[in-house]
């Protein structure tokens, strides 16, 4: 970059470096800061296909400002440091209040480019997970529409699966 493009501010430049310097990005980022990050770089997330026996998929209700409303696969985007494995189990765990298991490799690997600025291009690693402990019932959708963050077992897919998503539709089991 030329010195002519940059744009300096020292007392910017001085609250920049303290919280870079008091910050531990694997535990994630201040969220202005991860919103910032998402306009400068890709962000590489996990998404976790958990299919039963019966060839149903487990979905979470999704409603916020980056991907609207709608189901989704859980999943969340890897912090520093991080490896893949980490943050399934996390999202398993923060998602769905479940252990699971999965697959050494990914089985796509998905790349998003959209037209928000923030959180515009993601790179999404798809793996299939199954579920080792009972699922939180809490959190069991049984409303139309659902509550954030609750989940639902699903033959095919649904309809309102939230668009960032849509390339895994030929994952889903046909009714």
Not at 114 to 125: I, Q
Request: charged share 25%; glycine share 6%.
């Amino acid at each position: 970059m030329s010195s002519s493009s940059a744009r300096t501010d020292p007392g910017a430049a001085a609250d920049l470096n303290a919280l870079v310097r008091d910050l531990d990005a694997r535990q994630g980022l201040p969220l202005d800061l991860f919103l910032l990050v998402s306009r400068l770089t890709p962000m590489v997330n996990v998404d976790l296909l958990i299919q039963d026996d019966a060839g149903r998929t487990l979905l979470t209700w999704r409603d916020d400002e980056s991907f609207g409303t709608g189901w989704h696969l859980p999943g969340g985007v890897i912090r520093f440091k991080e490896r893949a494995a980490e943050r399934i189990l996390a999202c398993a765990h923060e998602e769905l209040g479940v252990g699971v298991v999965h697959d050494a490799e990914p089985a796509a690997v998905v790349e998003s480019v959209r037209k928000p600025d923030v959180r515009g291009h993601l790179v999404s690693l798809l793996y299939r997970c199954r579920v080792t402990s009972e699922l939180d019932e809490s959190r069991h959708a049984t409303d139309d529409p659902p509550a954030a963050g609750h989940w639902r077992w699903h033959l095919g897919c649904p309809p309102d699966l939230v668009e960032v998503q849509a390339p895994y539709t030929r994952y889903f089991s046909q009714p």
